[in-house]
């Protein structure tokens, strides 16, 4: 039997709520198929943990995670009571230390939903966005001068290099090849002309020799503007760290909500753990409430199956997701009235 240790970290607001729910849909497929089990360790991080120590998180996390196979993350934050900064530190530290590069983030309107695109349905609105996840806007380099007087200035410098944007635009050629063998780059070379003209040359001469994959460029208004026009001309889309956190909010939005929008932080040489967690964020004002819609996080345990080598199983926990959806069962973020809990528990009944 194949057995995985599994790092559980809920975080904060709803994130322990919808974790919950993706913990119960994994322990349901794992005694139905009987053929892998999961070791799942939860840790308290997030403000509760800072506002007990001091840290958001333990002061060895790096260490402490490193040996588990995956990471399944809830959501982390409560800026009324500490700015996000300092909340999402370590997730930013964790991306770039396990130098999770490839930040997968699928957008699929599910049969049953509406999109806010009223012209459009599933079969115009199903696409990745891939995020660089490594570089980029969030490297921390730059400083603040002169704080608190009128001459106070900020300077913050992104960090793209030849490696990186190489290294995921294979990926995003990879993985189109596996779906509908379209790939779109944003860009922004018509005013950064030193990094996002790297981005194009290195586009440039990485796309002849993947010539089964139909690529192209767009700035970044234009390929935000065209999502909403035109989602259906997308497949996989390719982005820096910043374009790609946008562009994956409008994705998730016209795909029917955030609620819905799984994603991973993918170490495609498996040098370390890679980490799941939904899109969303973690919504402090309806925290408690019960009320959060647990899909994202649901999907997000099913991209870890696969990515852990289980697809049986991720397969069985998305088909019981598309067929809760068509029956109508939803939270009420959706325009509808169950719990999360009670969510969660609809999702198991379909598993097969």
Not at 56 to 61: L, S
Not at 320 to 348: N, Y
């Amino acid at each position: 039997m194949k057995r995985l240790r599994v790092a559980v970290y809920p975080g904060d607001g709803i994130g322990p709520e919808v974790t919950a729910q993706a913990v119960r849909v994994l322990r349901a497929v794992e005694e139905r198929q009987k053929q892998w089990s999961l070791e799942l360790v939860e840790f308290p991080w997030g403000f509760d943990y800072y506002r007990q120590t001091g840290r958001v998180v333990a002061e060895d996390y790096l260490d402490v995670l490193r040996p588990f196979d995956a990471i399944l993350l809830g959501a982390l934050g409560w800026p009324a009571e500490l700015p996000d900064h300092v909340t999402l530190a370590p997730l930013v530290t964790l991306r770039q230390r396990f130098d999770q590069y490839a930040c997968v983030r699928p957008a699929k309107l599910y049969p049953g939903l509406k999109s806010v695109l009223v012209d459009k349905g599933p079969a115009e609105i199903d696409l990745v966005v891939l995020r660089e996840n490594s570089e980029g806007e969030y490297v921390d380099n730059g400083g603040r001068v002169r704080r608190g007087t009128p001459d106070e200035y900020a300077v913050q410098t992104a960090v793209h290099t030849r490696r990186g944007i190489e290294r995921i635009l294979r990926f995003g050629f990879d993985m189109a090849r596996s779906r509908r063998r379209r790939l779109t780059m944003v860009t922004k070379s018509n005013a950064q002309r030193h990094a996002y003209v790297l981005w194009d040359d290195v586009l440039a001469e990485l796309a002849p020799r993947f010539p089964d994959v139909e690529s192209d460029k767009q700035h970044a208004d234009a390929a935000a503007m065209n999502l909403v026009r035109r989602p259906e001309s997308f497949d996989v889309i390719v982005a820096s760290n910043l374009f790609g956190d946008i562009l994956t909010d409008l994705a998730g939005a016209i795909a029917g909500g955030l609620g819905l929008a799984p994603s991973t932080n993918t170490n495609p040489q498996r040098t370390f753990p890679s980490m799941f967690e939904p899109v969303h964020g973690s919504a402090p004002d309806i925290a408690g409430r019960g009320i959060a819609n647990p899909i994202a996080a649901v999907l997000s345990a099913a991209m870890m199956l696969d990515w852990l080598g289980l697809a049986d199983a991720a397969a069985a926990i998305r088909r019981a997701v598309e067929t809760t959806l068509a029956a109508g069962h939803k939270t009420p973020d959706l325009g509808g009235k169950l719990s999360t809990a009670e969510m969660g528990d609809r999702i198991i009944e379909g598993l097969a």
